[in-house]
């Protein structure tokens, strides 16, 4: 199955640039200027002077300190959640008790809120960011006609590389001993962010919510992963030039994807609400979005542990039945992100990542019957 890749794999054994590994995590930062360009432009901040006293640096204090407020109680209050939604798991999946520390893990998430909530404030955007949006919108080069500080004030790179570090050492930390405990602290940030959004008014929610966002794809989305195997590879590799070239449009494909599979399952209800709320919607575009990133560490560290034991197989064995996520919708994600997938990408490129697409399908199917194999059990 492998054959391409281990024929052409001594073929690179040059460093990556860092100029590319740089390229690769400024598309990244790009998708949240586009997201707040479409913020704009639906009209939804029609209150232009509200807006910018939100954006200000003394509205930006304001906004920290209502949060600063309410951090602690909210952490407590989402692990508790977190306990009543995931604690039959502790028995069902064999975790040992001991790897589940409620208050270490209510504490590990509470520093990096903190460090968030301190990024947010430390960014007044100037005049000049609205230019870096319609730049966003336009899908042109942002080092070429901007200074890199605005890029910096509107989408939040600075606490991709303030968070990048702890997150990494959170998610070693969690699944040293069992990668399902990630689950739960998976969780644990997931109900945070809900429940600090909703303290704040409908601009800074949309403001604070690029933040999160950040930290959701670091903890959710194996980012750090694809950098360190890309850093290993020269730039022609094959399956790096795959991955290069999708990353620009991986927001496109992953909400084109999930509108699909919205319109396919109208009435389906997981354990957050239907698949067209808008909290839903968001969710499931991570989600989806999460898939081809594993597909690209698999295809750049050439092997299939990633999915096979260390994540992303045994987290949807514990979460998908217990969030009501149906395993026709994953399937048909699938689906559709392999054919998304093969238009993008010329054969050579195709090849060297669809053998582990294939292998991923085939550990969702598996995952599928022993999550009912388990259930049975119960």
Known sequence: MYKYLESNSNSYNKPISNGTIESLGMQWAKKYLQNLNVYFQNGESSDTQYLNQVMSQAGREITAQKLKRSMQNVSLQAWNITEQVLSKEVKTHRIKPKTIEAWEIAGDSFKIYEKAIENY?????????????????KEESLSSSVPLKYTEQLAPNQLTKAISSPLGA?????????PKV???VSMQFHFTSQ????????????????????????????????????????????????VQHLLPT????????????????????????NLNHKKVITSSIRDVEMFPVYLWVCALEGNVYTIQQQELFPLCVMLYPILKVIWGIILQMLHLLGIAISERLNTKQANTLMPYFQD???????????????????
Not at 364 to 371: E, T
């Open 195 to 242: 429940m600090l959004l909703q303290l704040l008014s409908h601009s800074e929610q949309k403001l604070l919510s690029n933040y999160f966002k950040v930290i959701d794809d670091r903890l959710y989305i194996p980012l750090q992963p694809v950098y360190t195997a890309a850093a290993k590879l020269d730039c022609e590799y094959l399956a790096l030039s795959a």
């Open 121 to 137: 404030t430390n960014f007044a955007p100037p005049p000049k960011s609205f230019m870096v949006i319609e730049l966003a919108a």
């Open 250 to 273: 991986s927001t496109h494909i992953t909400k084109s994807i999930t509108q699909k599979v919205i319109k396919l399952y109208l009435t389906y209800h997981s354990y957050s609400g």
């Open 170 to 178: 959170l998610r070693r930390k969690y699944t040293q001993q069992n």
């Open 360 to 378: 991923m399908k085939a550990y969702v199917f598996s995952a599928k019957y022993l999550a009912k194999i388990i259930m049975v059990w119960n």
């Open 182 to 184: 990630i689950g739960f």
